[in-house]
C-alpha cells in the first residue's frame, strides 16, 4: 500500500518544520519517495498534516469495565479525535498489575483496536499502594509507564522506592496526586460555588500537597516523576520550580483544565464532575501559562467513560469523570491556538514530540523519514457541533456536548493505514 | 382582598436563584392562607382531586408534618414515602422511585435527600412539581420563606434588618437558604460560629463573619440560632460540646446586647441549653412556635404558587 498525501502544510514539532508539501507512505512508514505509483493519493491542499496524536491518559475500561468502553470502541473514538497512540490506564478489573492482563490488553488492540494501545502499569500489587508490582517484568511485557492512577500512593517510603527502582528501567511514574484525607468526600473544587451548591469541596492544596511531596523524592532519588492532571495554579508553580531545580519531573493537564471553571458545576448535570475537579479562573490562566512555558509538557485526555446510569444520578453519586478523545485537538486548536497561546507547532508538540520524548516511544510523534506512518489530517476550516448523537465512545459524559468547534479532524492513519476520515 | 398570581416555575429547588419579585410574592401570599387554617374555616379546595407524595430518605418530624398539613388544608391526598436510606443506596435509583410516584399520578413530590441536588435530578426527570423539603448542605427553601414570613410578620419589612445566623453554617442548608432569601430582600446578614464551621468564602455572598457571638449579637433586630449537630464533634470542627456552649450558646445576658425587641428563631428541633438557654428559648422574645405556625402557611401557599396545570386563579 503506497499513499501520497499532497500539497498539505505539514508540521512537524521535532523537526521544527512547517511547509506546504507531500508525504510518501509506503509498508507503513513515512518514506522519501515511493517506489512505484501511489495506489492512494490524497489532496491536501488547505488542510494540515501532523504527527499522529499521542493521547498519554485514559481509560479504556477494559478487562472488567465493557459496559463503559471497550478497546474497540474506544480506539475508534480516538482514531475520530485524531489520537493514533493511546496509553490506558491500569485501573481495570482486573488491574494491570500482571503480564496476562498486559498481553490481554496488547491482542485484543492488536485484534480489534485501530490505533496503538500502550498499556500503563500498576506501581503497586492491586493499585493498593503497599507492595511493588512486578515492574521490571511488565515492562518487558509491553507497558510504558507505571501509576497507580486513582488510587494515590500515600506512604511517602512506598512512593520513594518506586521511584528508585523505576529508574533503571527507564520508566517515568506518573502521578495522580490527591492527598485522600484532604479531598475525602469532596465531589468539586472548595470554594464560593461548593459553598453555593452545598457540595463538599476538594481545596487546590489537597493535589499540591502530594506534587510537593514527589518533587522532593523525585529529587531525592533521581527517579522520573511524571505529574498527571495538572489541575491548579500552584500545582503549576511547584512544577516550574522543579524543572528550574534540574528535577527529573514532567506533566500534563487535560483540555478541560484550560477551558472550564468550577461556574459550569451544577448540581443536576454530573458531566461537570471529573477528577481533579474544574477549579477557577485564575488557575486555567495558570495551565495555560504554564502550557505557553514549557512547565506543563503534554495535553492528554483522561478519557474515563461511563454509562449513563452511572452518571444520571445525585451528585455525590456519580463517578468522577469526562470522555474526551473526540474533542481534544478541536480545543487544542481553539482555546490555545486561535486564542494565542501557543503557536499551532507548539501545540502538537503537546501531543506528539514531547509525550514521545518522556515515554521514549521509538519512531512516532514525529514525521521524519523512516517513521511509522501514524498521521493526523486536520481541517483548520472545518467547522462543527459536537452532539452527543454523533459520539462514537461508549462513554457520552462529556460537559462540551452542544459546543461549536471550528478546525477538527478530518482523517487519521495509523501505520499507514486510514483508519478514520470524514 | 389581593388577587393570587402564580410564580412561574414548576419546582421550588432552592432560593439562590429566586427573585426578588417572586420572593415578594409569596410573602404578599402567605397572609391569606394563614387566615384560612387559623381561622374558622380550616379547609378549602384548592387543591382538591391532587395527590402531594412526601419522599423523605431523612427523618423528620416537623417538616413533614408541616407539608402533610398544608397539604391537607387545601384538600389534596397526601402520600407518605419514607425510605430506609441503606435500602436506598443498593436498590432502586431516584429517578426510578420518581417516576414510580409520577405513574401513580403524584402532582407534588416533596423530597428531603441527604444528597445536595437530589431534588433538582429529580425535577429535570419530571413532569411532577418538585419541592425541595432540604437537601444536603445545600437549600432548605420552604424554611427559608416560613424565616422570612415571620421576619416579615413582626417587623413589617425585610430591608435593613440586621439579621445574625448562629452555629454551624458550613453544614447548614437552612441557613445557605437564609442567606440567599435575606440578602435578596435588602436585610444586613451576618453569621457567627466556630471559624471551622464558617465557609471561608461566604463574605463573597454579602455576608459579614464573626466568631465571637458577643460582639456579632450587638444591636442585631433577628437572631437565628441553628441546631448544633452532635456530629460535628467526631468530625473534628470542634472540641467539645462544652466548649461550644461557652462560646456559642444564646444565653440572656448575651440576647440583652441585641436590640430590645429582638427576634429570636431556631429552626427546631432545639437542643436545650445547648445553642441556646432555657431561659431564653422560653422568652417573649422567641418566635419557635410561630414559625411552626408559619410554616404550614408558608407551605400552603407554595403549594399553590407553583406553576401546575387546571390550576385556576382565585381571588381571597
Not at chain 1, 457520552?396 to 478514520?420: C, E, Q, Y
Given at each position: 500500500m503506497r499513499i501520497k498525501i499532497e500539497n498539505i502544510r505539514i508540521i512537524d514539532p521535532l523537526e521544527n518544520k512547517d511547509f506546504i508539501g507531500n508525504i510518501f507512505i509506503e509498508n507503513g512508514k513515512i518514506v522519501p519517495k515511493l517506489t512505484n505509483n501511489a495506489d492512494n493519493v490524497i489532496e491536501g491542499k488547505g488542510k494540515i498534516a501532523v504527527p499522529g496524536l499521542i493521547d498519554i491518559h485514559s481509560h479504556l475500561r477494559e478487562p472488567g469495565y465493557e459496559n463503559r468502553e471497550t478497546i474497540y470502541t474506544g480506539t475508534r473514538a480516538a482514531a475520530k479525535g485524531g489520537i493514533t497512540t493511546v496509553f490506558c490506564m491500569p485501573n481495570t478489573n482486573p488491574v494491570?498489575?500482571?503480564?496476562?492482563?498486559?498481553?490481554?490488553?496488547?491482542?485484543?488492540?492488536?485484534?480489534?483496536?485501530?490505533?496503538?494501545?500502550?498499556?500503563?502499569?500498576?506501581?503497586?500489587?492491586?493499585?493498593?499502594?503497599?507492595?511493588?508490582?512486578?515492574?521490571?517484568?511488565?515492562?518487558?511485557?509491553?507497558?510504558?509507564?507505571?501509576?497507580?492512577?486513582?488510587?494515590?500512593i500515600s506512604n511517602s517510603q512506598i512512593m520513594r522506592r518506586i521511584l528508585e527502582y523505576t529508574k533503571m528501567f527507564?520508566?517515568?511514574?506518573?502521578?495522580?496526586?490527591?492527598?485522600?484525607?484532604?479531598?475525602?468526600?469532596?465531589?468539586?473544587?472548595?470554594?464560593?460555588?461548593?459553598?453555593?451548591?452545598?457540595?463538599?469541596?476538594?481545596?487546590?492544596?489537597?493535589?499540591?500537597?502530594?506534587?510537593?511531596?514527589?518533587?522532593?523524592?523525585?529529587?531525592?532519588?533521581?527517579?522520573?516523576?511524571?505529574?498527571?492532571?495538572?489541575?491548579?495554579?500552584?500545582?503549576?508553580?511547584?512544577?516550574?520550580q522543579a524543572k528550574k531545580k534540574k528535577i527529573k519531573i514532567t506533566a500534563e493537564t487535560c483540555p478541560h483544565y484550560f477551558t472550564l471553571t468550577d461556574d459550569i458545576v451544577k448540581l443536576d448535570d454530573t458531566n461537570t464532575k471529573m477528577f481533579p475537579p474544574l477549579r477557577e479562573q485564575k488557575d486555567v490562566?495558570?495551565?495555560?501559562?504554564?502550557?505557553?512555558?514549557?512547565?506543563?509538557?503534554?495535553?492528554?485526555?483522561?478519557?474515563?467513560?461511563?454509562?449513563?446510569?452511572?452518571?444520571n444520578q445525585e451528585f455525590d453519586l456519580a463517578p468522577f469523570g469526562i470522555i474526551g478523545f473526540e474533542t481534544i485537538l478541536s480545543l487544542i486548536l481553539n482555546e490555545?491556538?486561535?486564542?494565542?497561546?501557543?503557536?499551532?507547532?507548539?501545540?502538537?508538540?503537546?501531543?506528539?514530540?514531547n509525550p514521545s520524548r518522556i515515554f521514549k516511544l521509538l519512531k512516532r510523534g514525529s514525521l521524519k523519514n523512516g517513521n511509522i506512518a501514524d498521521i493526523t489530517i486536520i481541517d483548520p476550516e472545518y467547522h462543527y457541533e459536537f452532539k452527543k448523537e454523533d459520539i462514537i465512545s461508549n462513554?457520552?459524559?462529556?460537559?462540551?456536548?452542544?459546543?461549536?468547534?471550528?478546525?477538527?479532524?478530518?482523517?487519521?492513519?495509523?501505520?499507514?493505514?486510514?483508519?478514520?476520515?470524514? | 382582598m389581593n388577587r393570587v398570581v402564580f410564580i412561574n416555575r414548576k419546582d421550588l429547588l432552592g432560593l439562590r436563584c429566586m427573585c426578588k419579585k417572586d420572593l415578594q410574592l409569596i410573602l404578599d401570599s402567605v397572609k391569606p392562607f394563614k387566615n384560612i387554617f387559623t381561622g374558622s374555616i380550616k379547609k378549602v379546595p384548592l387543591l382538591i382531586g391532587k395527590t402531594v407524595a412526601t419522599l423523605f430518605y431523612e427523618p423528620s418530624t416537623r417538616t413533614k408534618t408541616s407539608f402533610e398539613i398544608a397539604a391537607k388544608k387545601l384538600s389534596a391526598d397526601v402520600i407518605n414515602i419514607t425510605i430506609n436510606t441503606s435500602s436506598v443506596i443498593k436498590g432502586e435509583s431516584l429517578i426510578d422511585t420518581g417516576k414510580t410516584l409520577e405513574a401513580m399520578k403524584s402532582d407534588y413530590i416533596i423530597i428531603r435527600h441527604f444528597f445536595a441536588g437530589a431534588p433538582d435530578i429529580l425535577a429535570r426527570n419530571l413532569?411532577?412539581?418538585?419541592?425541595?423539603?432540604?437537601?444536603?448542605?445545600?437549600?432548605?427553601?420552604?424554611?427559608?420563606?416560613?424565616?422570612?414570613?415571620?421576619?416579615?410578620?413582626?417587623?413589617?419589612?425585610?430591608?435593613?434588618?440586621?439579621?445574625?445566623?448562629?452555629?454551624?453554617?458550613?453544614?447548614?442548608?437552612?441557613?445557605?437558604?437564609?442567606?440567599?432569601?435575606?440578602?435578596?430582600?435588602?436585610?444586613?446578614?451576618?453569621?457567627?460560629?466556630?471559624?471551622?464551621?464558617?465557609?471561608?468564602?461566604?463574605?463573597?455572598?454579602?455576608?459579614?463573619?464573626?466568631?465571637?457571638?458577643d460582639e456579632a449579637v450587638c444591636g442585631v433586630d433577628v437572631v437565628n440560632i441553628l441546631r448544633i449537630q452532635f456530629e460535628r464533634q467526631q468530625e473534628n470542627f470542634f472540641p467539645s460540646i462544652h466548649e461550644y456552649i461557652k462560646f456559642y450558646q444564646l444565653t440572656m445576658k448575651r440576647l440583652k446586647m441585641a436590640k430590645p425587641d429582638v427576634l429570636v428563631m431556631h429552626p427546631g428541633p432545639v437542643n436545650r441549653g445547648i445553642e441556646i438557654s432555657t431561659e431564653v428559648a422560653d422568652s417573649s422574645n422567641t418566635l419557635i412556635n410561630d414559625q411552626v405556625t408559619n410554616g404550614i402557611a408558608v407551605r400552603m401557599a407554595i403549594l399553590y404558587l407553583l406553576k401546575h396545570e387546571n390550576k385556576k386563579e382565585f381571588n381571597v
Open positions: 494491570i498489575d500482571n503480564v496476562p492482563t498486559v498481553e490481554f490488553i496488547l491482542f485484543k488492540a492488536k485484534k480489534e483496536g485501530l490505533v496503538n494501545v500502550f498499556p500503563v502499569g500498576c506501581a503497586t500489587k492491586g493499585s493498593y499502594g503497599l507492595e511493588f508490582s512486578e515492574i521490571g517484568i511488565l515492562k518487558k511485557s509491553g507497558i510504558v509507564a507505571v501509576s497507580d492512577d486513582g488510587y494515590p527507564n520508566l517515568p511514574v506518573i502521578s495522580h496526586s490527591e492527598d485522600k484525607e484532604l479531598s475525602k468526600n469532596g465531589v468539586m473544587n472548595d470554594g464560593k460555588n461548593s459553598t453555593a451548591l452545598g457540595l463538599r469541596g476538594i481545596p487546590k492544596q489537597a493535589e499540591e500537597i502530594i506534587i510537593s511531596r514527589d518533587i522532593m523524592l523525585a529529587e531525592l532519588t533521581g527517579g522520573h516523576l511524571h505529574v498527571a492532571h495538572v489541575s491548579t495554579a500552584g500545582s503549576v508553580d511547584l512544577i516550574k490562566d495558570a495551565i495555560k501559562q504554564g502550557l505557553a512555558d514549557g512547565t506543563i509538557d503534554c495535553i492528554a485526555t483522561d478519557h474515563a467513560p461511563y454509562t449513563l446510569e452511572e452518571k490555545l491556538v486561535d486564542k494565542q497561546i501557543l503557536s499551532l507547532s507548539d501545540a502538537i508538540a503537546k501531543m506528539t514530540s462513554g457520552k459524559n462529556s460537559p462540551f456536548i452542544g459546543r461549536k468547534f471550528k478546525g477538527g479532524v478530518v482523517m487519521t492513519i495509523v501505520s499507514g493505514f486510514i483508519v478514520w476520515h470524514i | 413532569n411532577a412539581s418538585v419541592i425541595n423539603a432540604g437537601d444536603g448542605f445545600h437549600e432548605h427553601p420552604t424554611q427559608a420563606l416560613l424565616d422570612l414570613y415571620t421576619i416579615y410578620e413582626n417587623k413589617k419589612k425585610i430591608e435593613n434588618l440586621k439579621v445574625l445566623i448562629v452555629g454551624d453554617i458550613l453544614h447548614s442548608r437552612v441557613a445557605k437558604s437564609d442567606i440567599w432569601a435575606l440578602t435578596k430582600m435588602g436585610a444586613k446578614v451576618a453569621v457567627v460560629g466556630p471559624s471551622t464551621l464558617i465557609p471561608a468564602n461566604i463574605e463573597d455572598f454579602g455576608v459579614k463573619v464573626y466568631y465571637d457571638l
